[in-house]
């Protein structure tokens, strides 16, 4: 059964530290894995990757795959209590259409 | 704001109902998808469409239908409701199949 498994489930830090979120996953005809910051409702996009080793990166932010080892791993640097939220890991897989797994989420708390 | 607008916001029915949800892509946008989440089962991808045909189905379930109007608006048909399928339920949207998802703000069905 494809999964998709998320680490630490739950994190507080204080404000100017370094996170790592992980995400590791286990699906058939893999595409893309996507990474998303859900606040009070909806979630939104961070960064979808594709390719092994290829990091990307938004500000603080940064991402990185690693296919043959079927993991991402979500950093975020000097953290602020905006970075406060839950962020969620999907794998995208491809058979005859599209499907999404999605991980549970790390619920983050950047305490002031 | 996404640009993605879902009606209604909350939703409150009782077992056995049906209801519909709608959903308006961004301008632009041809795909649209349906997600689910709930308390216990975290987010759930139940279907696609992509320019009026559907496209990938996911967890969806059979009391459960979709369609994407000329218009590319979408609704989300659920019939004989349970208590269980109370959830928030999302539509997002994409330009193309694959393309970054923008997520609406939800709707927030509760079944009595």
């Known amino acids: 059964e494809d999964k998709v498994v998320q680490s630490p489930l739950s994190l507080v830090v204080h404000e100017g530290d370094t996170v790592t979120l992980n995400c590791s996953y286990e699906v058939t005809n893999f595409r893309s894995l996507l990474w998303y910051k859900q606040e009070k409702k909806a979630p939104t996009f961070l960064f979808m990757l594709?390719?092994?080793?290829i990091e990307k990166k938004s500000g603080r932010l940064s991402s990185i795959l690693d296919k043959k080892e079927l993991f991402s791993i979500l950093n975020i640097t000097a953290t602020q209590t905006g970075d406060s939220a839950v962020y969620l890991c999907a794998v995208e897989e491809r058979n005859y259409g599209q499907n999404f797994v999605f991980g549970p989420g790390t619920r983050l708390s950047v305490l002031p | 704001d996404s640009g993605v607008t879902q009606t209604p916001k909350h939703l409150i029915t009782a077992t056995g109902q049906r209801v519909t949800l709608r959903c308006s892509p961004r301008s632009g946008d041809l795909s649209v998808y349906w997600y689910q989440q709930s308390l216990d089962q975290g987010l759930q991808f139940l279907i696609q469409y992509y320019n009026g045909e559907e496209r990938a189905k996911g967890n969806i379930l059979e009391r459960f239908s979709a369609q994407q109007f000329p218009d590319l608006h979408s609704e989300l048909n659920l019939s004989s409701l349970e208590l269980g399928d109370s959830a928030l339920y999302f539509c997002?949207?994409?330009?193309?199949?694959?393309?970054?998802?923008?997520f609406g703000p939800g709707t927030r069905l509760t079944v009595l």
């Open positions: 594709t390719s092994s080793g």
């Open positions: 997002a949207s994409s330009v193309l199949v694959g393309d970054t998802q923008y």
